[in-house]
């Protein structure tokens, strides 16, 4: 859902289960995209990307949809450990520059031992 | 180190002070941006570089914001009259390839306080 405020989007999950993580992106002509991992006091670390021209990319252990007619993109990470926790972003490349990226509001995934 | 460091990790200013925040790119690196993540939000694009010109600074929030990249290396983020809106993580990433959207190494962010 939407966060407010300083509410990120929470998921919480037993290890060994899968996770996913959605994401709504806002501007059509975005034509790449990608998802980054920041654990706490660390910047951004790149997951996986996509460009628009596809609909599902695989990765080890995760794989990213883009559904371009709903602007909706998902990350979905198979048998989650507890070193996935961490807060998600997407980020978008919008048309118009090859370099800036806008980056989704987050959501924290905390995995159970 | 084979990754993109800042230093300080940790700023305290008080209102008013002037602060210069580094970011040393991976060796090599063409690009180079900065941006501010507020607590609890996404990073926010502030500015670009390629190579030693500051391609784009349409996200500095105001004057008080001023980057610099003189040798295309080492940069700096000076904020002037620092205000406690200007609180937030202020990341710098670096990329191979000029206007490099993809691959960007993101270095462990400042965290800036301001009293």
């Known amino acids: 859902g939407e966060s407010v405020g300083l509410h990120l989007p929470t998921l919480s999950v037993q290890e060994g289960d899968n996770s996913i993580i959605n994401c709504a992106y806002s501007?059509?002509?975005?034509?790449?995209f990608i998802w980054y991992k920041q654990e706490s006091g660390k910047g951004p670390q790149f997951i996986i990307d996509?460009?628009?021209?596809?609909d599902k990319r695989q990765g080890q252990r995760v794989t990213v949809l883009l559904n371009k007619t709903v602007k909706h993109l998902s990350l979905q990470i198979a048998a989650t450990q507890p070193g996935d926790s961490a807060v998600y972003f997407c980020?978008?490349?919008?048309?118009?520059?090859?370099?800036?990226?806008?980056f989704g509001k987050g959501t924290l995934l905390t995995v159970n031992p | 180190g084979a990754g993109v460091s800042q230093s300080p990790r940790y700023k305290v200013a008080k209102r008013g002070q002037d602060v210069a925040l580094r970011c040393d790119p991976i060796?090599?690196?063409?690009?180079l941006f900065w941006y501010q993540q507020a607590l609890g939000q996404g990073p926010e694009f502030l500015t670009y570089?390629?190579?030693?010109?500051?391609?784009?600074k349409s996200g500095l929030p105001s004057d008080r914001f001023f980057a610099e990249r003189p040798e295309g290396s080492v940069s700096t983020l000076k904020i002037q009259r620092t205000q406690q809106e200007d609180s937030a993580v202020y990341l710098c990433?670096?990329?191979?390839?000029?206007?490099?959207?993809?691959?960007?190494?993101f270095g462990p962010g400042t965290r800036l306080t301001v009293t």
């Open positions: 980020a978008e490349n919008s048309g118009g520059s090859n370099y800036k990226l806008t």
């Open positions: 990433a670096s990329s191979l390839v000029p206007g490099g959207a993809y691959e960007q190494y």
């Open positions: 996509i460009r628009s021209n596809m």
């Open positions: 060796s090599g690196h063409v690009s």
């Open positions: 570089f390629q190579n030693e010109a500051q391609l784009d």
């Open positions: 501007n059509s002509a975005s034509d790449y």
